[in-house]
């Protein structure tokens, strides 16, 4: 495996080349580096070969690259430099678990059970065992097309995210080079995010190119974090397992109750079974699936790329964002805007006619200055880009060295050509560690054959490797003066919201570092203390104009938002009172000890802001940082580290809290995982971020996190409405079999007919209440826990079953209405369950003395199912068009805001319209054509339970603390 060297010059020792980007379009070599491995490689040396011989060693060209049918062969040969997916569940373990998974085993087991009632009755020589033949029968088929159903909603959802993966950029450091191709030895980019698996390094830092580069264990790099459930996941888990415990356990119950009232077993069989169906949303699952994907498409609209379905309620639940500042918070455009040299700030003028730059430059410390900025950086410009104005164009590098790449283009001229005349023979790139970057140039100068060593950094850090500083071109001792002068500055710049950065330098003695020295950056064998100051450059990276908005929205959501930045804690503190992280009115302690006076030690708890730096957070135990966490709700986490980021998760998360994270490096990945909800940045992110986030932001937009925080709470509150829905018509089902039981009518309603209401009607507005808009309270209120609000809680459940549940009863009015107008009277129904399935009477009287046969009488059953399911869906309308909203009144929701729930009403009318008149003489459906005015019994119900829940809704408003 090649391990990448992220630099245009490859350096070891002393020797160093300038490697040429390949003229083809299709390939072109950013860096060929040459790496010491084991002997069992054979390459050790490689360092010590010329140019010539390494090029007919890898048979490769330094200045031409790889031509690419080179490159094609070299694809087929060792194939792509790609990390092996992870193995994928076979497409027929998916389907088998939906077909044997959630609430489908009930449903088997009542296919088993009717299947042996009908071979039993069968063998007894029953007059009618088919009803159970069919109810198996149908039984069976609802479960297997409702888990083919769920399956292609599943594959579906699989292939939509699969397209989201398309849809993230990719940042290249090139623009023809758009393989990955792995090169036996040799080392090609394909973006300058990547970075290699078997380096154990977690950021850009110096390459050490020596035996044991790759060890063959590489050491770990951070701790292991597993993947864990998801709220909705759990939500799902726990919904599942009630209803399936509801549905035994009254099937049970009223299994008992009948054998103890002396119905035959087989009977009690089939109540057992009735009571199961009745219980269990069949389609419900597969609606939550079709819920996640609506949500996942509309988030991706709006630059959300959900990876994970489940991870779009997770964001919705977030109560803590933990976000980076630097293209997140900020637009990541920075420009050079003060510098501080010779004991003065100056304004920097980016414009490219340098009419008004205010210092001097010709000043021997502005000409040590720009030495630095020029090539302490390994930013570059794109070729062909020499037309464009100098800010317009583009940049290969992170946006600091942008900012300082094109400041000094403006002022020096030609970068690239002072860089190349004083060529780079070692370097350091910057870590999150060190917070240093350090390069070692040969000069220009014929006369002056010394190495110049140039290093840039976080201030403080150059500052503390400095006993000299420079003023006025010369040299001069550090003392506590000008010490306190930088300190100064540094706190002026900082405080205006500016990144700062330090700079600093030291000719190497020619005596002990003459033109043949061996550099070598792993050892260090150079010095890297004592060196000269040379001054400070800030850049200025503005808020995006969205973010302050999106703050105060988080802010009314309840939710904290913490600022996790490796800035100075002026400069975050700063950048977090721009964008509202930290309000205007807030103190830290330390504001409040510069208010009184005061040392920071004697001031009490009163502070609701903290700014903690990443060095004292280095040293805290976990009770001091929970201590920060529960007793501040504005926080900023300043110079820290990426793997600090790991421990402030895990701090928020020990408070209960959900916590979603922004990453975009390598180091971020640990995070990530941890996190409750991972975000990657889509620009700026690597690879390995993005792999390990949950969602990635396309914009790198804090206010695109807001915007799925909104969709996340509303798919929460539709699955709450779906659920309600579902569960609301269970007691009109549940109901039949218990009063059947107990008052021997005649069966008001078939098993066959429940799942038609099921999976017939109710499917589509199931899925038509996952379209539905939010409330206007959606970011107003706090989110949810975790722990308490349950998507299925006892209020919900109160509400479904016995509130709009006991409304629905009205469809036994429908019933008493059928067999009345057919000579049956409500009173005369009472006990007549015996003879009225005894298939040797058939001159049973009604209530007016006419006799029934038995087909008659089954045929008014069915009569009498059709006219309960006409009646269930009908107040299923009401019910529909209620549950549109939580609180609000329907006329404040809009009847027609949501045009798919209008769709479903119609699908719900439509299919009870062909299963009445269209399959009503299907012995086996047990339908049959209802006179039209039975439709009309029920709509008074209707209009009770709308008038009810208005009732109920402008009370919760008035009321905001009632339930």
Known sequence: MAVGCHTGNCIHGSRSRQFEHSPDPEIKMS???????????????????????????????????????????????????????????????????????????????????????????????????????????????????????????????????????????????????????????????????????????????????????????????????????????????????????????????????????????????????????????????????????????????????????????????????????????????????????????????????????????????????????????????????????????????????????????VIL????????????????????????????????????????????????????????????????????????????????????????????????????FPDTYLFDTDSMNFPTSNLCFVGLLSMIDPPRSTVPDAVSKCRSAGIKVIMVTGDHPITAKAIAKSVGIISATSETVEDIAKRLNIPVEQVNREATAAVVNGMELKDMSSQQLDEILCNHSEIVFARTSPQQKLIIVEGCQRQGAVVAVTGDGVNDSPALKKADIGIAMGIAGSDAAKNAADMVLLDDNFASIVTGVEEGRLIFDNLKKTIAYTLTKNIAELCPFLIYIITSIPLPIGTITILFIDLGTDIIPSVALAYEKAESDIMNRRPRNKRKDRLVNEQLAVYSYLQIGALALGAFVTYFTVYAEQGFLPSTLLGVRVNWENNAINDFEDSYGQEWTKYQRTYLQWTGYTAFFVSITIQQVADLIIRKTRRNSIFQQGLFRNKVVWVGIFSQIGIALILTYGLGHVTALNFTPLRFQYWFVAVPFAILIWVYDEVRKLFIRRYPGSK
Not at 267 to 291: C, H, K
Not at 415 to 424: E, G
Not at 431 to 440: A, E, G, V, W, Y
Request: hydrophobic content about 40%.
């Open 413 to 512: 001229g030609d970068v690239m050509n002072i860089r190349a005349q004083k060529k780079k023979v070692a370097e350091i790139p910057f870590n999150s560690t060190n917070k240093f970057q350090l390069s070692i140039h040969e000069t220009d100068d014929p006369n002056d054959k010394r190495f110049l060593l140039v290093m840039k950094g976080a201030p403080e850090r150059i500052l503390e490797r400095c006993s000299t500083i420079m003023i006025n071109g010369k040299e001069e001792p550090l003392d506590s003066e000008k010490a306190e002068a930088f300190q100064t500055a540094y706190m002026e710049l900082g405080g205006m919201g500016e990144r700062v950065l330090g700079f600093c330098h030291l000719y190497l003695p020619e005596n002990e």
């Open 31 to 409: 860096t060929f580096c040459s790496l010491s491995f084991s002997l069992s490689f054979g390459i050790q040396d490689d360092h010590r070969l010329s140019t010539s011989e390494l090029e007919r060693k890898y048979g490769t060209s330094i200045s031409e690259g790889l031509s690419s049918a080179k490159a094609a062969e070299i694809l087929v040969r060792d194939g792509p430099n790609l990390l092996t997916p992870p193995k994928a569940t076979p497409e027929i373990v998916k389907f088998l678990k939906q077909m044997i998974g959630g609430f489908s085993i009930l449903l088997w087991i009542g296919v088993v059970f009717s299947w042996i009632s009908f071979g039993i009755q069968l063998a007894q020589g029953a007059e009618s065992p088919f009803d159970n033949l069919y109810l198996g029968v149908v039984l069976a088929l609802v479960v297997i097309l409702t888990g083919i159903f769920a399956y292609y909603q599943e594959a579906k959802s699989t292939n939509i995210m699969a397209s989201f993966s398309k849809m993230i950029p990719q940042v290249r450091t090139t623009d023809a080079f758009h393989l990955f191709i792995l090169i036996t030895w040799t080392i090609l980019h394909s973006q300058g995010n990547q970075n290699h698996s078997l380096a154990p390094v977690t950021s850009p830092m110096r390459t050490p190119w020596r035996p044991g580069t790759l060890p063959s264990t590489p050491p770990p790099v951070w701790k292991v974090v597993g993947n864990e459930k998801t709220p909705i996941a759990i939500e799902i888990e726990h919904f599942v397992y009630l209803v399936a415990g509801v549905a035994v356990s009254i099937g049970v119950l009223f299994f008992i109750i009948s054998v103890s009232m002396r119905y035959k077993i087989l009977d009690s069989i089939i109540f057992l079974i009735g009571i199961i169906v009745a219980n269990v949303p069949e389609g419900l699952l597969a609606t939550v699936t079709v819920s996640l994907s609506l949500t996942a498409k509309r988030m991706a609209k709006k630059n959300c790329l959900v990876k994970n379905l489940e991870a779009v309620e997770t964001l919705g639940s977030t109560s803590i964002i933990c976000s980076d500042k630097t293209g997140t918070l900020t637009q990541n455009r920075m420009t050079v805007a003060h510098l501080w040299f010779d004991n003065q700030i100056y304004s920097a003028d980016t414009s490219e006619d340098q009419t008004t730059q205010p210092f001097d430059q010709s000043s021997p410390s502005w000409t040590a200055l720009s030495k630095i900025v020029t090539l302490c950086n390994r930013a570059e410009f794109r070729p062909g880009q020499e037309n464009l104005p100098i800010m317009k164009r583009v940049v290969v590098g992170d946006a600091s060295e942008t900012a300082l790449l094109k400041f000094a283009e």
